[in-house]
């Protein structure tokens, strides 16, 4: 049974807090009506409730109610902020600058504007995983339509200087796209403060629904919409809203406001004890920036040691933690026929001629000190295991003879 283990992936999504499923629930059963056919009760309801949602998004990040649509998760979102963004910036404005380490959401959907002639430029990170503002600063253009930094990387946890970033796209007149899918919820996020133009949300990732997401606009932001139909969402998205999931990732947010620097704190305590306890492990090596990363995120590769191989054995002693997709199979279109590292790691300078895995514990806030005991006592002997039936690991023994 899933339920009786320790879960610490929640990086890739939350359990739903169940006071937000008690705020869904109505309108899964007696509340069913759409919000765009608001003439008779039901309608009223259904819009009143996506209204109030959006007001309470809209809260979590200091923007206004009139400046979040809608969508159905951060894939979307960053889907419509990247295309719409390039698209709404008009002719002439063809170049697009990312990082490096941008989430596949935010990448892939690149290749539709190269196809069409766009040019990318991709923004290295140093060793932490940090963009660096002064490189954003010389690769904006006059013809840039798009600047997109996400503000936490989910697989190493660090948080990229977005203010500063920020500043450097608005000097320019850049529009500035921050993908907030990892840090919303947890660590604040106030567009009164970063000045972006638009900002990706998803409500599974701060103990929401899956299935609701939002993409903040700026007053005055140019996107054109990817959706074509009735107009829901300002004209931005069009389809009827998810009203279920629109109510729960309105609760989440109030719940998130509410409660996150609690979260924070207990997340904090935890990933101090999970660090700590990693300390005993030869050959660990801690993986994006030391402090400014994501509370409960703690994440890691061991030498000669395969990240998923590691994995599934965690998984047998009932402890849940994910890889950053190392030794998956090639799916970036390269020519190599061999295993690669994951994009981001292989930006930090993680040496990709050993299969080797991050290994990725996200905290959440019901977690607790005896589940990380928990994944303490079972690493180093896992650890030990597969080092011992690793092939480099042996020949890294028979060099450390050799040379005495
Ligand atoms: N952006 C980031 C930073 C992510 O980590 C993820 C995945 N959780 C996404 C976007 C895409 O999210 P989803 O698969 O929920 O659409």
């Known amino acids: 049974d899933p339920m009786t283990k320790a879960f610490f992936d929640h990086i890739s999504t939350t359990p ?21 056919s608001h003439i008779h009760d039901q309608g009223q309801a259904a819009l009143r ?27 979307e979102s960053n889907n419509l902020a990247v295309l719409g963004a390039a698209e709404g910036a008009g002719a002439g404005k063809r170049h697009v600058v990312v990082s490096e380490v941008e989430h596949f959401s935010v990448m892939n959907a690149l290749i539709p504007l190269r196809n069409a002639g ?71 996020v106030d567009v009164r403060e970063i000045p972006a133009d638009l900002v990706t949300l998803s409500a599974h990732n701060f103990y929401g629904p899956k299935g609701a997401g939002a993409l903040y606009l700026r007053e005055g932001t140019k996107v054109a919409p990817r959706t074509f139909g009735g107009f829901q969402e300002m004209g931005y ?25 609690a979260w924070a704190e207990h997340l904090s305590r935890l990933g101090k004890t999970l660090w700590d306890g990693l300390a005993a492990i030869p050959m660990l090596h801690y993986t994006g920036h030391p402090s400014e990363r994501l509370p409960g995120h703690v994440s890691f590769w061991v030498e000669h040691v395969e990240g998923e191989s590691l994995l599934l054995f965690l998984n047998m002693k009932g402890v849940m933690a994910a890889s950053g997709s190392a030794c998956s199979s090639n799916l970036r279109g390269h020519d190599e026929e061999d295993l690669v590292a994951s994009p981001v790691l292989r930006a930090i300078g993680v040496p990709s001629d050993i299969c080797t895995g991050s290994i990725t514990f996200s905290l959440g806030k019901g977690n607790t000190a005896d589940e990380v005991r928990l994944a303490l006592d079972a690493l180093p002997g896992i ?15 028979k060099r450390q003879v050799k040379g005495g």
């Open 16 to 36: 739903l807090d169940p006071r937000v499923f008690e705020a869904m629930r109505p309108y899964f059963l007696d509340r069913y009506g759409n919000p765009s």
């Open 49 to 75: 409730a996506v209204d109030q949602a959006r007001a309470e998004v809209a809260a979590l990040i200091g923007a206004k109610a009139g400046e979040i649509v809608f969508t159905s998760g951060a894939t």
């Open 118 to 188: 766009y040019e990318v430029t991709v923004l290295p990170v140093d060793r932490n995983g940090v963009v660096d503002p002064d490189a954003v600063r010389k690769a904006l253009r006059a013809d840039t339509a798009l600047l997109s930094v996400m503000h936490a990387n989910s697989e190493i946890g660090t948080i990229e200087p977005v203010g500063p970033i920020g500043r450097i796209a608005k000097e320019a007149g850049v529009t500035f796209h921050v993908d907030a899918t990892a840090s919303a919820g947890h660590i604040p």
């Open 237 to 261: 998205r069009a389809g009827t809203e998810n009203v279920p999931a629109v109510v729960g990732m309105g609760a989440a947010a109030i719940l998130a406001g509410r409660e996150m620097g």
């Open 383 to 397: 650890v030990e295991r597969l080092r011992a039936m690793s092939p480099t690991y042996l020949d890294y023994q």
